[in-house]
Nanobody
Framework: QVQLVESGGGLVQAGGSLRLSCAASGRTFSYYHMGWFRQAPGKEREFVAT????????YYAGSVKGRFTISRDNAKNTVYLQMNSLEPEDTAVYYC??????????????????WGQGTQVTVSS
């Protein structure tokens, strides 16, 4: 399976921006649809955004649509999450994941079998 390492988290004021990166190694990165999920304290891990292995199709959670952008660079084996207009409700640990089940791009956490260790994003009000 592919190994994933996230970076770019931190503390930011409401209205600010952060860009998360996820570097992949191991299996061929371009074979995988990729996604970002997040987990806030006391809550379940939830879908944020996913991107087709070609980069041509993207899905977003309603709560982040228009503020976050997922992208990938297959030559660099990296997927990104650009987060703008951050809100305190965006505070969570953000996880990068590779889809290991199914052919079509998914939004479902259960279809993603390879996960990074997570990176903390904290948005202050």
């Amino acid at each position: 399976q592919v190994q994933l390492v996230e970076s770019g988290g931190g503390l930011v004021q409401a209205g600010g921006s952060l860009r998360l990166s996820c570097a992949a190694s191991g299996r061929t990165f371009s074979y995988y649809h990729m996604g970002w999920f997040r987990q806030a304290p006391g809550k379940e891990r939830e879908f944020v955004a996913t991107i087709h292995k070609s980069g041509d199709i993207t899905y977003y959670a309603g709560s982040v649509k228009g503020r976050f952008t997922i992208s990938r660079d297959n030559a660099k084996n990296t997927v990104y999450l650009q987060m703008n207009s951050l809100e305190p409700e965006d505070t969570a640990v953000y996880y990068c994941a590779a889809q290991t089940r199914g052919i079509l791009l998914s939004r479902g956490r259960a279809d993603f079998g390879s996960w990074g260790q997570g990176t903390q994003v904290t948005v202050s009000s």
